[in-house]
């Protein structure tokens, strides 16, 4: 059996590795579609939309070439998410009892999400004992720019060689790298296993359990 790796700073992303929530997010995107007069995409379509932010979901989702103002788009799409955030939203399988199991380390949230829509579903799943949790509209870019992580590790303290951000996307993974940290990729999520096995995350795991027997 292999030693855990001991590690201080537990950064997880939100979308595809903390919650299940492509099927709200793509309802919304195709209430927000319909609504603007738009014809509305298939599921399938959406899930590949997400994971740059809310502006690359709707620019996608929208498309070129029609008449509709993103900002129009944004809000529309606000208040319907707003809405229906939590309507099958769930935390993965796994992922409570591992929370729990690491309730002793401190644990963040670097997620490319907007806040606003990140701390509603957070506080709406109950209490997980996040110690920080950054936003992709809090100003440090967007993964797999390092700075939103590099943020993190700063307000809390940790160095890099004893942080490790669990994600589920070659963005995780390559902003991982580019801040000099660690990375665990999931293969439960919503990203392409052979584009993040390409970009080579130090752990790939098939289950949120197996952190507990990574990490110490």
Same mark, same amino acid.
């Given at each position: 059996?292999?030693?855990?790796? &001991?590690?201080?700073?537990?950064?997880?992303?939100? #979308?595809?590795?903390?919650?299940?929530?492509?099927?709200?997010?793509?309802?919304?995107?195709?209430?927000?579609?319909?609504?603007?007069?738009? &014809?509305?995409?298939?599921?399938?379509?959406?899930?590949?939309?997400?994971? #740059?932010?809310?502006?690359?979901?709707?620019?996608?989702?929208?498309?070129?070439?029609?008449?509709?103002?993103?900002?129009?788009?944004?809000?529309?799409?606000?208040?319907?998410?707003?809405?229906?955030?939590?309507?099958?939203?769930? %935390?993965?399988?796994?992922?409570?009892?591992?929370?729990?199991? %690491?309730?002793?380390? &401190?644990?963040?949230?670097?997620?490319?999400?907007?806040?606003? $829509?990140?701390?509603?579903?957070?506080?709406?799943?109950?209490?997980?004992?996040?110690? $920080?949790?950054?936003?992709?509209?809090?100003?440090?870019?967007?993964?797999?720019? &390092?700075?939103?992580?590099?943020?993190?590790?700063?307000?809390?303290?940790?160095?890099? #060689?004893?942080?490790?951000?669990?994600?589920?996307?070659?963005?995780?993974?390559?902003?991982?790298?580019?801040?000099?940290?660690?990375?665990?990729?999931?293969? $439960?999520?919503?990203?392409?296993? #052979?584009?993040?096995?390409?970009?080579?995350?130090?752990?790939?795991?098939?289950?949120?359990?197996?952190?507990?027997?990574? %990490?110490?």
């Amino acid at each position: 059996m292999m030693a855990k790796t &001991p590690v201080d700073l537990l950064i997880f992303d939100l #979308d595809g590795t903390l919650i299940e929530s492509k099927w709200d997010i793509a309802d919304s995107v195709n209430l927000t579609l319909a609504e603007l007069g738009l &014809p509305e995409r298939p599921l399938e379509e959406i899930f590949g939309f997400v994971g #740059d932010g809310v502006k690359k979901l709707l620019r996608l989702a929208v498309g070129e070439g029609n008449r509709v103002g993103f900002d129009e788009a944004l809000s529309v799409f606000r208040r319907h998410y707003l809405a229906h955030c939590l309507d099958r939203t769930v %935390f993965y399988p796994g992922v409570a009892p591992v929370l729990e199991h %690491f309730h002793h380390k &401190p644990k963040a949230v670097a997620t490319n999400k907007s806040i606003e $829509y990140t701390r509603v579903i957070l506080d709406g799943l109950g209490p997980q004992h996040f110690a $920080y949790i950054v936003g992709g509209d809090n100003g440090f870019g967007l993964k797999p720019e &390092p700075g939103m992580l590099l943020h993190v590790m700063e307000q809390l303290g940790a160095a890099k #060689d004893r942080t490790v951000l669990v994600g589920d996307s070659t963005n995780d993974i390559n902003g991982g790298h580019n801040a000099g940290i660690r990375v665990c990729a999931v293969g $439960y999520g919503m990203g392409n296993r #052979d584009k993040m096995a390409a970009c080579k995350p130090e752990w790939f795991i098939e289950r949120p359990e197996e952190l507990m027997e990574l %990490f110490i």
